[in-house]
């Protein structure tokens, strides 16, 4: 008991401390520096074409070489010309910057026979789509430290159609790259770049710390599968703000592996802010899961502006996903046009494999969602715990969804324990209604 109200008050204390700030100035992109580098090369030094046409996957492994083996003090720019450069996957290395100007796009092949393939990770136990391995990411970085991928909005293209008709064929014989994938890294920063067309999920870093995207533009089809714009996953101190994200899945979802393997693998999700993103999505404005196995806390998400979608907001988890959802706080949500305003749910039924283990029941506690605004929203919300663990510490305050539909604008709630307070459509009897003296209305 003594422990529970300590951290409580640890938890009111950094929310006061962060809210003393003002709103539209507080940003996080000073937290990795950005490192001027002295050293520049262009990626025409090393033979690279930006016609189009010409495939510059040498030139790409012959300047990453170049970087990693001169290692110049302070690190070392490579800049992208204007132009199309057609290229396969390449890693990245340490302390460096990939600089796109203006009118630089850097294009996949479409060549998915020869896509090299590489390990699974730890905490999904196989590929996320299919067993085995999985396709490695268009630009990938493992074990890096020290790198930005910027410039002046120049594009990075997975031409991502050919993947997309794979798996809708159900042709695909491992799972589809990502476009960007960090694994176990630090100090990345990402912006004023666009991202367009992912095979897969856009930007994963997975196993990493201190991750800034800022001023990024993610685009792919709305019906295009599975294209996540930003998945940080078993992830710690990421920020991501001021982006515009319309893609067919996810704008930003949050995960830590799932089931067995994300339990045993036991790496969290931790302090991640997200902050003044606007798109649309079939799918979820902010997702939280359902990959949650190493658990995710300490969650902020804050003036998201969404159209169009299927959810605002949805936290999502499943039994047999273990692990936890502990201190989330999403508010100033403007929501124009969606199937749910906000969707919370215990079990949404998906596994790597039949060996999970149904004891296994993530424990969902303190989600606080503020201040949410939603027109034309079909069902305004529903949460659904589990029976064995119920949702506690759900907190809903200043939530209006108004839907065109009378007949769905009810809430339903099972197997959750919390509060409301002037939440129109009335949520539903499980969350009493306060006056505001609570728990909830003082962390905010
Ligand atoms: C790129 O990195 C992956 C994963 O670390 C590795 O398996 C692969 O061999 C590397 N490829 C090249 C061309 O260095
Ligand atoms: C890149 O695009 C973003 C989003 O439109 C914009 O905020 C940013 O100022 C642009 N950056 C540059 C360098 O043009
Ligand atoms: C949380 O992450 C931010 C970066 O987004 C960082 O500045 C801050 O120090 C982190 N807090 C903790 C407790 O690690």
């Known amino acids: 008991m003594w422990r529970l109200s300590a951290s409580i008050l640890l938890f009111s204390c950094l929310v006061l401390s962060s809210s003393s700030f003002g709103d539209s100035e507080v940003t996080c992109s000073g937290i990795v520096p950005l490192r001027y580098r002295n050293d520049k090369i262009s990626i025409t030094d090393f033979g690279g074409v930006g016609d189009g046409r010409t495939v510059n ?41 990939l600089y796109l100007a203006r009118g630089a796009v850097i294009k996949a092949v479409q060549d998915t026979w020869n896509w090299p393939l590489i390990d699974h990770l730890p905490s999904y136990g196989r590929g996320r789509e299919l067993p ?18 910027t410039g002046q909005n120049g594009t990075i293209d997975g031409q991502g159609e050919v993947w997309w008709n794979l798996w809708r064929s159900r042709t695909l014989k491992y799972t589809r790259p990502n476009l960007i994938e960090f694994k176990n890294s630090k ?14 999920w856009n930007i994963h870093p997975v196993y990493c710390s201190e991750v800034v995207i800022h001023h990024v533009t993610i685009l792919a089809p709305q019906d295009s599968p599975n294209t996540d714009g930003i998945d940080p996953d078993s992830s710690v101190n990421v920020c991501i703000e001021d982006s515009y994200i319309s893609t067919g899945d996810d704008l930003v979802a949050i995960k830590s592996g799932w089931d067995q393997y994300g339990i045993a693998y036991g790496r969290p999700s931790s302090n991640i802010t997200i902050r003044r993103i606007t798109g649309s999505s079939p799918f979820a404005g902010i997702a939280i899961g359902s990959e949650t196995s190493g658990g995710i806390k300490n969650i902020v998400a804050e003036h ?16 047999g996903r273990g692990g936890y959802i502990k201190n989330i706080r999403i508010s100033n949500v ?13 079990d949404t039924g998906d596994h790597p494999d039949a ?8 424990v969902v506690e303190g989600i606080h ?38 007949m769905y604008r009810t809430w339903k709630c099972a197997d959750v324990i919390g509060t409301s307070m002037k939440v129109s459509p009335w949520p539903c009897s499980e969350l009493r209604t306060s006056g505001g003296s609570n728990v909830c209305s003082s962390a905010f």
């Open 355 to 362: 060996n999970y283990n149904p004891n296994a029941l993530p």
């Open 57 to 97: 996957t040498k030139a790409f492994r012959a300047a990453m070489y170049r970087i990693q083996h001169l290692k110049r003090r302070g690190g070392t720019l490579l800049y992208i010309p204007p132009g199309v450069y057609l290229t396969e996957s390449f890693n990245l290395t340490s302390h460096m910057t």
């Open 132 to 149: 085995g391995g999985r396709y490695m990411s268009l630009i990938h970085g493992d074990g890096l430290r020290d790198v930005v991928i």
């Open 304 to 319: 998201i502006t969404l159209s169009n979608m299927g959810v605002g907001v949805n936290i999502k988890t499943n039994i």
């Open 187 to 200: 100090e990345i920063i990402i912006s004023n770049v666009i991202f367009q067309n992912s095979p897969f």
């Open 369 to 406: 969602i503020k201040n949410v605004w939603g027109v034309n929203v079909r069902k305004a919300g529903s949460i659904q715990g589990l029976k064995g663990s119920p949702f506690t510490g759900i907190c809903l305050s200043e939530i209006n969804l108004h839907g065109s539909l009378n």
């Open 334 to 346: 403007y929501v124009d046009t969606a199937k749910y305003g906000i969707k919370i749910a215990g």
